[in-house]
């Protein structure tokens, strides 16, 4: 009998009824901006950003609109501006080289290695082109952080963390978005937590946070966040820094907020799924596991293996044929864009120069997002077919 997956690979789990009461509460009341406060009243959007500046250890989280506007909004507090060069991963997704070009600035990418981190040598080949890099933790992986801090606070580069898919990881005890200067996180639907659009900056620095926040749209009411430097910090910010609107409301800061309460545990049920799908990977031939290592926690949002050196028509083949029984997998080394893969060459306006030897990994790797809403043995089911059709198809090759 040929074993079938009917499961949604883009469906995320409901709302938590804590997220649905509270947000009901907003609609209610009908204050859903995050200025909008009675006498005394503490808004869900202030609220959200002191829990998650707790959460990650933060002296200051400002909560916006996207992902990708708390990287646009990092680079402009970091003062990159037109014709700046950014460095940046080969391997991301569009909406990290989006945030270099919303400021005018154009990204330097930086190849990938099979571990599908960041290539530190290559790094280090270029830190003298840039003043900051954005450090793209692709798909979850996170490289030697010791070995790129030590680097670029060396070479004076400025590192903001797009922590997209490591919300709630760690490098060497160092939560993912606390080792560079700012952290950017998502809670876009497909991310770790859920407002369907909606992000998060964090740093240390009170001058980069108070310009962040005056960025956002605070017009002069900087004095009702919970998470902020003191109000003299904004004495000459205030006047010198544009309003580039991109707030928080406080109906996705109350979706938000029991999602941050119950988030180490979702991180665990992630890691549940991810490593019974590595177990029943492991041992395919031709298949390579990406091995993850000791210093790093993972949240296993997502999976990914490799298929090095196969012919293009192979991989084509495999994922044709794992779609056929109900297994999603995106491939990111099809010369087209499809869906959310995306490759650096796909980047035109970001004028790419060829990287052979991150072109090789690329075409190689596959990729398969993990909901929670699949079981364990949703999980088990589906690394059977990966491993049937794989095996399958190598045959054929060799
Ligand atoms: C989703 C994502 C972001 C941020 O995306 P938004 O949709 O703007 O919240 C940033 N980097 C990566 C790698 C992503 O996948």
Known sequence: MTENFTGSFTQQESIPEAGIEAALAVLRHGRLHRYNTNAGELSETALLEQEFAAYVGSKYCLAVASGGY???????????GHGDKVLSNAFTLAP???????????????????????????????LDQADVLLLSHMRGHICDMDRLMTMCDAANVKVVEDCAHTM???????PSGRAGTIGCYSCQTYKH?????????VTDDPILAAKSIMLSGSYMLFERH??????????????????ISGRMDNLRAAILRPQIADFAMQCQ??????????????????????????EEVIVGSSIQFLLLDWSEEAVVEVVARC????????????????????????????????????????QGIVDMRVPLTFSIEDCKLITRIIRAEVSAVY????
């Open 226 to 243: 919970l998470a902020a430097p003191d109000s003299d910090v904004f004495k000459d910010i205030k006047y010198e820094t544009p309003n």
């Open 193 to 201: 937590v859920n407002s369907g659009e909606g992000g998060f900056l």
């Open 323 to 362: 779609k056929s029984r109900g297994v999603e997998l995106k491939w990111f080394g099809a010369a087209e864009p499809a869906a959310f893969t995306s490759r650096y060459d796909s980047w035109h306006y970001a004028n790419p120069v060829n990287m052979p030897k991150s072109d090789r990994i690329l």
């Open 96 to 126: 990290v080289p989006g945030a270099i070009a919303a400021v005018g600035a154009q990204p330097i990418f930086v190849g990938v290695t099979e571990a599908l981190t960041i290539d530190l040598d290559d790094l280090e080949s270029k």
């Open 168 to 174: 709630g990881a760690s490098w060497n005890g160092v």
């Open 395 to 398: 045959q054929a090759q060799i």
């Open 70 to 80: 708390a990287m646009a909004t990092a680079l402009r507090a970091l003062g990159v």
């Open 269 to 294: 049920r992630w890691n549940d799924r991810y490593y019974a799908l590595e177990t029943g990977l492991r041992d395919v031939a031709g298949l390579k596991i990406i091995e993850r290592p000791e």
